[in-house]
């Protein structure tokens, strides 16, 4: 199931189990595969697994809307890549890609046969699929050449994309902070998150919001073995 359909059956059995309680719940859902395409430079699994992430947050916030004693709030921990788009980006050949880096590189290890069959299969199987359908011979060669294929494979469509890349590790840039809510939710939310924000101040929310004092839950947790 993709991570939209993971969700709204998680909130589906969250609110049913909770409905006649006076305790609400809190869930944590975690894009976590955009930061591994980020890992690996994969600009068309980066991109895909955000269009999911951004399909995932408007249904969450139909879902508030139908529950207006909600709030959503999105943010990342980081940032990964160092990602730029430098004049001259042109993202066309990414819609082209029906596959990320992981699983095609995971393909190209599993290909048993000589240089030429290797040859032949990136060129007419795996590229097109990575939406590299005019690979050059010496990409090619490159490819099979390559210690690290997954780069030189991430690097064919980066280059025809024009996508820069700056590590292959998290980044120090600020990242954005969204949050949705409706009614007494919204106040509260733009009161306690708009502007500029330590990232310590989101538990701090989240644990106003919910009611809970953090210092007692971990005490109860560290009383428990849990911690
Ligand atoms: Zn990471």
């Known amino acids: 199931p993709s991570l ?3 969700t709204e059956k998680a909130l589906d059995i ?4 909770t409905e006649d309680e006076a305790k609400g719940f809190f869930i944590m859902i975690e894009a976590s595969r955009i930061d591994h395409a980020s890992h690996a430079n994969d600009a068309a699994a980066h991109i895909w697994d955000v269009v999911e992430y951004n399909r995932l947050i ?3 916030m139909a879902w508030v809307d139908e529950h207006p004693d909600t709030a959503v ?3 990342a921990d980081h940032e990964t890549g160092g990602i730029t788009l430098p004049p001259g980006y042109d993202p066309r050949p990414v819609g082209r890609a029906n596959h990320s880096l992981e699983f095609l590189v995971d393909l190209i ?4 046969g000589d240089m030429d069959d290797k040859r032949a299969y990136l060129e007419a199987e795996i590229l097109p699929q990575y939406g590299v359908d005019d690979a050059t011979g010496e990409e090619i060669g490159a490819l099979l050449d390559a210690e690290d294929v997954t780069a030189a494979l991430a690097a064919t469509l980066n ?4 996508v820069e890349w700056s590590t292959t590790d998290h980044s120090a840039v600020d990242v954005v902070l969204y949050a949705y809510a409706a009614g007494e939710m919204k106040t509260r939310l733009l009161e306690d998150l708009a502007g500029t924000k330590e990232n310590v101040q989101l ?13 007692e839950v971990t005490a109860l947790l560290r009383g428990n073995g849990t911690v």
């Open 4 to 6: 939209t359909e993971m």
């Open 58 to 60: 408007h249904s969450v």
């Open 109 to 112: 290890d599993e290909c048993e």
């Open 159 to 162: 280059e025809r994309i024009g």
């Open 203 to 215: 538990p701090r929310y989240v644990a106003e919001a919910l009611g809970v004092s953090l210092d």
């Open 73 to 75: 709030v999105s943010a």
């Open 14 to 17: 969250l609110s049913r189990s």
